[in-house]
């Protein structure tokens, strides 16, 4: 039997001490989310005209076995998946609701902050990976109402996680629960597409494979699950139509700027001019790609998987029209790459401070980085504060 000795010695110098409270304020970090979530879902959970439309298809669902809108047209604007999800909650569903979207979010932080806790080596650089994404106001959004969104994200970090545990070869069994994953994605989102074009052509470039056929049958995969991807005729709506191909290549340029104000958001408030956001968007997109090039023997294949991922997903966005990228749709199209985002990120500040390992480019990133959580904080606060009232006012 093991004496309190070695269990707990007496000698731990202050640095082991300091890092053992990290980690342990690192793992609560999702019930800090929570509590602002419950916050936010006292009066019940926030509802737009999306959600209506998932609750009545939920209920027609219970009731007929079948899927309608509102109107009683075809349920043809939204995949089935969610409203079927949320028909198993019975006549009540909507007080049972606000604690789903809570154990999902709690879910999703809980598996990005284990991801983090394996590839960010620096107890600081991941304690501040983990308040940037249990503190995004953008993350609490999509748990905050109801949306499809946070059982995308449980879905989308269930494969990452599966792809972590088995990061060297693909085998049958893999490659079966690869596709069961990305048919489900597409049920869920119509986003579900791109992530799962870029899940599967990441792991076809960087996984190895038991056979050489099955690089063929992931291409006939790749084939199988764009067709699944048609089965409502997604990509045949007015957001994807454009008018030349000269047009188009400007709306993409457009559209780059939007998505890169956008993710500057995340960091400085929207009263910033946008150019002052699209910079530095541009400064941080271009440290990880200087990172990525200069230190390419330090980064893991996973990694590599989770940009290849991240960016076909943007890709689609891109090849929006810019009319269907209002903001606040933007926002909740681009929450759902957040976690995967600031681990990229915080993967990349690890790596740049093991490439420049000296005290003063140490403490100057650590003071910058304590200065950026300032904002997305009060913001978190002061949202969550206000989708209460408003449902609170709602209901009354």
Request: charge should be positive.
């Amino acid at each position: 039997m093991l004496s309190n000795k070695l269990l707990f010695p007496k000698k731990v110098n202050k640095l082991q001490k300091k890092s053992i409270l990290l980690e342990s304020f690192y793992y609560a970090l999702p019930l800090l989310a929570l509590g602002l979530h419950q916050y936010a879902c006292a009066c019940g959970i926030s509802l737009t005209f999306d959600s209506f439309q998932y609750l009545n298809a939920a209920e027609d669902f219970a009731q007929h076995r079948a899927i309608t809108m509102s109107d009683g047209s075809p349920f043809m604007a939204y995949p089935p998946f969610f409203p079927w999800v949320l028909s198993w909650f019975g006549e009540n569903r909507l007080a049972w609701i606000p604690f789903f979207q809570g154990f999902l979010l709690v879910s999703n932080l809980s598996i990005w902050l284990y991801l983090g806790a394996c590839y960010i080596s620096s107890v600081f650089l991941r304690f501040i990976f983990g308040l940037s994404i249990c503190l995004s106001a953008p993350f609490l959004l999509i748990h905050s109402f109801l949306w499809s969104e946070p059982l995308f994200v449980c879905l989308l970090s269930i494969i990452f996680l599966y792809f972590h545990f088995n990061n060297e070869k693909l085998d049958f069994r893999g490659l079966c629960f690869l596709l069961l994953m990305c048919g489900l994605l597409i049920l869920q989102r119509n986003a579900g597409i791109w992530w799962s074009i870029g899940v599967l052509l990441g792991v076809l470039i960087l996984l190895k494979h038991t056979q050489v056929y099955f690089k063929w049958i992931l291409l006939l995969s790749i084939g199988v699950v764009l067709w699944l991807g048609w089965y409502k005729q997604s990509l045949h709506t007015d957001a994807y139509k454009h008018d030349s191909l000269f047009t188009f290549l400007q709306e993409i340029i457009e559209n780059i700027g939007i998505c890169a104000a956008q993710l500057g958001s995340w960091f400085l408030p929207l009263s910033v001019p946008e150019i002052v956001r699209v910079l530095l968007a541009s400064l941080i997109l271009g440290v990880i790609a200087w990172v990525l090039i200069k230190g390419k023997k330090s980064v893991t294949r996973w990694i590599l998987l989770l940009i290849i991922a991240h960016l076909i997903y943007e890709g689609g966005l891109l090849i929006l029209k810019p009319s269907a990228l209002h903001y606040s749709d933007l926002e909740r199209f681009m929450a759902v790459m957040l976690p995967g985002f600031f681990l990229i990120w915080f993967y990349i500040l690890d790596v740049f401070l093991l490439l420049y390992p000296k005290k003063i480019v140490n403490y100057s990133l650590y003071i910058v980085l304590m200065f950026s959580l300032v904002y997305p904080t009060y913001r978190s606060v002061k949202n969550t504060h206000f989708w209460k009232e408003n449902q609170c006012k709602s209901i009354k």
